[in-house]
């Protein structure tokens, strides 16, 4: 079995995470890590990746908003507003199971000596192909009340 490369690296926890963050997300929502690390603004697909990126690693890694920020070229306040805007986002169940899983994922990444053996939502990660532009769409509008 290869090893992605990002697994292989040692870094200390906190980039390490970010890392791994960057790329699950990016693998959850088919979209280059190369857009989630932009330092433009990017179209709304993109845009709620990288809120969730932010989102993951401010709540499992435990990391504060400012850094958070500042690790994805945003401010403290960027930070707090993708964090919030995914807690409302929860809502959805769908989308709420991805995140259980992508945390899970994280989380066992980050720790795990081997954490390429422990992967036990990574068959759940397909769920995003659901969560793709119409269907967030369908969610803002929902949540909106349009639909």
Do not use: W
């Not at 790329?23 to 190369?34: D, K, N």
């Amino acid at each position: 079995m290869l090893v992605p490369a990002v697994l292989r690296k040692k870094e200390n926890d906190k980039k390490r995470g970010i890392r791994l963050s960057l790329h699950l997300t990016a693998i959850a929502f088919s979209v280059p890590v190369s857009e989630l690390e932009a330092s433009t603004r990017r179209k709304a697909p993109v845009a709620l990746a990288r809120q969730v990126a932010m989102y993951l690693v401010h709540v499992t890694l435990g990391m504060n908003l400012t850094h958070v920020g500042r690790a994805f070229g945003r401010d403290r306040s960027t930070a707090s507003h993708a964090c919030q805007h995914i807690e409302e986002l929860r809502d959805d169940l769908q989308f709420d199971r991805l995140l259980e899983c992508l945390e899970h994922t994280l989380k066992t990444l980050v720790t795990q000596p081997r954490p390429y053996m422990h992967l036990r939502c990574a068959r759940d990660l397909s769920l995003a192909s659901s969560l793709g532009g119409t269907r967030i769409a369908d969610m803002r509008r929902a949540r909106e009340g349009s639909i």
